[in-house]
Each structure stands twice: as C-alpha cells, then as structure tokens.
C-alpha cells in the first residue's frame, strides 16, 4: 500500500491515537474510517435537504 505523510498537531495525533487504539485499528484506517464517515454525513445532509423545482418536476412526471 502506497501511503503519504500528513501534518496534524500533537494534540490531534495523540487523540487519533488513542480513538485507532479503542477501535482496534491503526491510525491509517482509523484516518479512513473517519473519511468515509464525513463523507456519508455529507450525502445524508444533502438528501435530508429540499428537494429542487426540477426534482419535483421529475418526481411528479407523468410516465405513461
């Protein structure tokens, strides 16, 4: 696996350590856990949101 570096500050890596630590996982896919959680938030705030004119257009569209 290919990997980079990424700077935190020593407080955030101490906590990331120690959340990598109870989940029983390493500090990378602890990184990614939380990445694919944020992203998940941000498609649920998005469907949770107002649907757009169009969208209702083409819910309400006739299909026959």
């Keep these: 696996m290919q990997s980079t570096s990424v700077r935190i500050d020593a407080a955030t890596h101490r906590e990331l350590k ?19 959680r944020l992203r998940q938030d941000k498609i649920g705030a998005e469907l949770h949101g107002e649907l757009t004119v169009e969208e209702v257009s083409w819910l309400d569209a006739d299909l026959g």
């Design 18 to 36: 120690q959340l990598a630590a109870s989940l029983g996982t390493t500090v990378g896919d602890t990184v990614a856990i939380a990445v694919r």
